[in-house]
């Protein structure tokens, strides 16, 4: 009998490259999905090498599919597998999110233990649009690797800015709790400008994201970024207009059989 088995793309709040080294990360499954089946023939709406998880919801997919059940837990650890085949040191935010879908507070601490819970927000996020920027020159595992070289030679820096972004994070996770008062704009503001010190957004995404500023919106790259052109998705959040982009919604069911 044919099986086969979807798996949802992602976006990351916050958290990207600090992830790799131990911070934590806020990801959330969207409603763009990648379908595999046994005969091997994929279909998919989530746009490739773009920041949205492609590579890790194919992995997920087709552990599922080799698994032939959703033990999420098994799963997620054979999806981890291909990854790190592919990408060569992933955090596992990737797999993780599009394994259990919704919200997704999750930490590496060392490659044989890493720490996720669902975060189940207490608040509507909407008015969110994605705008993809194009396919960045640069694959995921080389802005990974171009990361790991600042660090190498400007460690207090980098670390530094890690540090910020955790701070960020936490913020993000106050407010989906509603923990605390939390401006979530600024929050995206905030994230998007510790990504451009850490290098990873090129001098075009930069100037689109000052544009959006300009009309009083918000707007961070989501993923690993790209420095030389594009930078692949940007997530936008603008409370007053009524963007025509795609809009997204985030928290989205994780692995299925369908
Ligand atoms: C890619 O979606 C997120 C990065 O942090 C890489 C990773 O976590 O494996 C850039």
């Given at each position: 009998?044919?099986?086969?088995v979807s798996a949802p ?20 499954a969207?409603?763009?999905r990648l379908t595999v ?19 890790a919801t194919?992995a997920v997919a087709q552990a599922a599919l080799?698994i032939?059940e959703t033990d999420l837990?098994k799963v997620n650890?054979?999806a ?15 797999n993780t999110v599009s394994t259990y879908g ?150 989205e069911e994780g692995v299925r059989i369908e």
């Amino acid at each position: 009998m044919g099986f086969k088995v979807s798996a949802p793309g992602k976006i990351i709040l916050s958290g990207e490259h600090a992830v790799v080294y131990g911070y934590p990360a806020i990801a959330a499954a969207v409603n763009r999905r990648l379908t595999v089946d046994s005969d091997g023939r994929i279909a998919s709406d989530i746009p490739i090498g773009c920041g949205m998880g492609s590579s890790a919801t194919l992995a997920v997919a087709q552990a599922a599919l080799k698994i032939k059940e959703t033990d999420l837990e098994k799963v997620n650890k054979l999806a981890y597998s291909f990854e790190k085949k592919h990408h060569g040191n992933p955090s596992g935010v990737d797999n993780t999110v599009s394994t259990y879908g919704g919200f997704v507070w999750y930490r590496k601490e060392s490659e044989s233990f890493k720490t996720f819970k669902k975060i189940l927000p207490k608040v509507r996020l909407s008015k969110l649009y994605l705008v993809n920027t194009g396919k960045p020159q640069e694959s995921t595992k080389e802005m990974v690797k171009y990361v790991g070289g600042l660090r190498k030679a400007r460690r207090t820096f980098v670390d530094g800015i890690f540090k910020e972004i955790e701070a960020v994070t936490r913020g993000f996770l106050d407010f989906l709790l509603n923990e605390s008062k939390q401006d979530f704009g600024g929050l995206i503001r905030e994230n998007e400008k510790l990504l451009e010190k850490l290098g990873v957004v090129s001098e075009s995404t930069k100037s689109l994201i000052r544009r959006i500023e300009k009309i009083r919106g918000f707007a961070k790259i989501s993923g690993a970024g790209g420095r030389k052109e594009e930078s692949g998705m940007v997530l936008i959040y603008h409370k007053d207009i009524d963007l025509k982009l795609m809009s997204v919604k985030l928290g989205e069911e994780g692995v299925r059989i369908e």
